[in-house]
C-alpha cells in the first residue's frame, strides 16, 4: 500500500507582550507491507521544516519488527567505509514508524465516535484522554475519514488540541493529513545487508554531529 502523510505541530505562545509562533512541519512518503492483519514493515522518506530552518535534509527510513534503518546520501557519506545505513531497535514493544496513519485500533475508535456526513465520508470529536486511552490527557481531538465505493480507506484528517496553562505553555496543535491508495497490491520490504548498517550506539560524537547534519533525525527515527 501507498501512503503520503503530511503533518504539523504548531505552538502559539507570548513572549513579553509578543505574540510568536513555532511550527514545525513533516511530510512523509512510501510504502507499508502488511502481514497478519497489522503493518509488518515499512519504506518511507520523510522530510521535515520548520519556520526557524527552513531546509532539513529528507532521509529514508526502512522499518521491520522492531527495527530502523535510516540513510540518505550525505548519511552514507559521513559513515566508515563500507556502511550506509545507521540502524536502531526501539525499546517499546512496538514500532512507532509501523503505526503510520492509523492503527487498527485507531480506526475503529474513530468509526465508533463518528457518524456519516456525506458518502463514504465520516466526521466525530473525541477528548484526547478517551482517544488515547490516557486518562491524564486532557484536550480535544476531531477526525474525518474518507473511503471509497469499495469501503476502502482513502483518507484519514485528525487535529488535536491539547489543554495547557496558557500563561506557561502557550497554545500547541497537532494536525495530521494521511492518504492510502493501493490496497491489496503485492510488497516486499528488505531490511538492508547487515555489512551495510551501523548500530547507532557505535556512533562516534564526531560521526554522531556529521549524520546528524546531514538529516538524521536527532532523536533518533522513532
Not at 128 to 155: C, P, Q
Amino acid at each position: 500500500m501507498k501512503i503520503t502523510e503530511s503533518s504539523s505541530i504548531t505552538l502559539d505562545f507570548t513572549v513579553d507582550g509578543q505574540a510568536m509562533q513555532v511550527e514545525v512541519k513533516t511530510r512523509t512518503t512510501g510504502t507499508l507491507a502488511f502481514g497478519k492483519g497489522k503493518v509488518a514493515a515499512a519504506d518511507l522518506r520523510v522530510r521535515m521544516t520548520s519556520r526557524q530552518k527552513e531546509f532539513e535534509p529528507p532521509y529514508r527510513v526502512v522499518a521491520e519488527g522492531r527495527n530502523a534503518y535510516v540513510t540518505n546520501p550525505g548519511i552514507a557519506k559521513a559513515l566508515p567505509a563500507g556502511r550506509s545505513w545507521i540502524g536502531s531497535r526501539t525499546s517499546e514493544r512496538e514500532n512507532s514508524i509501523l503505526d503510520m496513519g492509523a492503527t487498527p485500533a485507531d480506526l475503529k475508535f474513530m468509526l465508533d465516535h463518528s457518524s456519516e456526513v456525506a458518502p463514504g465520508e465520516y466526521q466525530g470529536t473525541s477528548t484526547l484522554a478517551a482517544y488515547r486511552h490516557n486518562k491524564a490527557a486532557e484536550g480535544s481531538v476531531e477526525f474525518h475519514l474518507y473511503f471509497d465505493k469499495n469501503n476502502l480507506l482513502t483518507r484519514t484528517v485528525v487535529d488535536s488540541t491539547p489543554s495547557s496553562d496558557e500563561d506557561d505553555y502557550g497554545q500547541m496543535a497537532f494536525h495530521t493529513d494521511t492518504s492510502f491508495s493501493g490496497w491489496g497490491a503485492k510488497v516486499q520490504i528488505t531490511a538492508p545487508a547487515p555489512g551495510k548498517v551501523i548500530n547507532e550506539k557505535k556512533l562516534t560524537p564526531k560521526t554522531r554531529r556529521a549524520v546528524i547534519k546531514a538529516g538524521y533525525p536527532e532523536p533518533g527515527p522513532f
